[in-house]
């Protein structure tokens, strides 16, 4: 099979990257021909573990090409996948013009039946615009060639986005053809291997699977950071409560962490979506729209607590972060809560030294000299009046703790993530807060 993937940001990268891995011919294209020429000299335009290697690697055995050029790539392809991005307008809805270019130039230069695929995430109703899109690009040329559109939402996570790809739990696709169902079973086929499904359905009903998906997982989090800050409240345990549910397994232990609040690329701006979308048609997401004023609240707990304990004057405390990433392993800033702390501390008159071990360099772009970038987690403790955890990197999880308190000049630590027990924290000399245990 010959396929292409339009669009090299993180989801068209790593679709057109595994596609390769499992021996189809992929051709990824973007427009930006600063990011294609590095693709060609192996320099990703996103971290992703894995990633570097896997591209090498397809790019040597000749199956993963990078190119400019649409109208090539398109030529003889079986499939053409939209990947590009989807900003939100001023409105908060996606913007399609970028998708809908695309379409237009697959129309101006495909040569036989390709099935033409929406990837990015995209609102009901995309799918048919993009149909509309080519059947018009194709009329202005006189050219009758048969295709079909489908929507084939992702559910990568950043930071383990290739095993989620390779070993999915599920696939879905939108399809309207018996014939564009063929097409992508066949494309799908190595990636069943684990017995997990491929599951056929309209293209709305899939373009909506996409919003329910994230929108559910986020309304679990926020579910959780309410009931976190009742524990708390309440003197209840979260970490005990959360066990306690989560061996239902109509509830399930995933996804149930509280935290500092859910950022990102996707959550914020789906849930948003989905809420604007029913508004749009008549329809009031209730629950939607609390989930996003409890994880707006929960961005600022953190910093509640630190205000807390220094009797609400924070002026000159010298603060360390560890963590600025929105979660581990990725160097994504998007959303990130570490922004709304980090500004709230600034206001209050701290100084804040973080570290990331791999978000600084992306960090800066908002950031910028605002705060000091320690080149360690430890460098980051010198002379701090408290340290705040804010992603959970793996690094953070048993670090040496005498270490800490010999740098630090006030031995208190705001844990973000749940990621140490209280009572061994206690009985360290440190004062600990964390997220819904009263400590
Ligand atoms: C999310 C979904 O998990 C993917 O399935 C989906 O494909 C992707 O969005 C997307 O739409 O592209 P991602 O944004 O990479 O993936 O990140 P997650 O691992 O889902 O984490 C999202 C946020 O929730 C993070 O800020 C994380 O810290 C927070 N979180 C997660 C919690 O606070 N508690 C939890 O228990 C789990």
Redesign the pocket.
Known sequence: MKIAVVGTGY?GLVTGTCFAEVGIDVTCIDIDQKKIDNLHKGILPIYEPGLEEMVSRNVEKGRLHFSTNLAEAITDCDVAFIAVGTPPGEDGSADLKYVLAVARGIGESMNNYCVIVTKS?VPVGTAAKVRTELESALAARGANIEFDVASNP??????AAIDDFLKPDRIVVGISSARAEEVMSRLYKPFLLNGHPIIFMDIPSAEMT?YA??SM?AT??SF?NDVANLCEIMGADVNMVRRGIGSDARIGT??????I???????PK?VKALIKTAQENGYDMQVLRAVEGVNENQKSVLFNKVNAHFGGDLRGLKIAVWGLS??PK?DDMREA?SLVIIEKLLAAGCTVTAYDPVAMPEAQHSLGDSITYAKDEFDALLDADALLVVTEWPEFRVPNFKVMSRLMKQQVIFDGRNIYEPAEMKEMGFVYHCIGIKT
């Open positions: 989801v995430t992702e559910f990568l996570k950043e930071g996409k998906a994230n997982l679990k989090i959780m995933k996804f149930i962490y509280p935290g609040g859910y950022g990102g690329s996707c959550f789906d929105f979660k990725t809560p």
